[in-house]
């Protein structure tokens, strides 16, 4: 699995969820809502790395899945942008 992150999307972590050198942004699997698995959306917030199974860094800042929310993506890796209308995250898979 690989995360891809648009520059957009990067400057949208810096701004809407501050966050900052040395951080790190977990992207998760959360009950309800609607994504990749039927009654299942993905959710994001701070957190720090476990078990990663899929990081990408840019200016000393972790993005990563953890193994144990794999399943949910289903050998599908993610891409993350900003819908503009809306300025909230988008995510797709590949």
């Given at each position: 699995?690989?995360?891809?992150?648009?520059?957009?999307?990067?400057?949208?972590?810096?701004?809407?969820m501050e966050v900052a050198e040395g951080e790190?942004?977990?992207?998760?699997?959360?009950?309800?809502?609607?994504?990749?698995?039927p009654g299942f959306s993905l959710g994001?917030?701070?957190?720090?790395?476990?078990e990663t199974a899929a990081e990408?860094?840019?200016?000393?800042?972790?993005?990563?899945?953890?193994?144990?929310d794999l399943w949910y993506f289903d050998s599908h890796n993610l891409t993350v942008?900003?819908?503009d209308e809306l300025d909230e995250l988008d995510y797709s898979y590949e």
């Amino acid at each position: 699995m690989e995360i891809k992150i648009s520059e957009d999307a990067f400057k949208w972590f810096q701004e809407e969820m501050e966050v900052a050198e040395g951080e790190a942004v977990r992207f998760y699997v959360r009950y309800g809502g609607s994504g990749l698995q039927p009654g299942f959306s993905l959710g994001v917030t701070k957190d720090q790395p476990d078990e990663t199974a899929a990081e990408v860094e840019k200016d000393q800042v972790v993005y990563f899945v953890e193994q144990k929310d794999l399943w949910y993506f289903d050998s599908h890796n993610l891409t993350v942008t900003v819908n503009d209308e809306l300025d909230e995250l988008d995510y797709s898979y590949e």
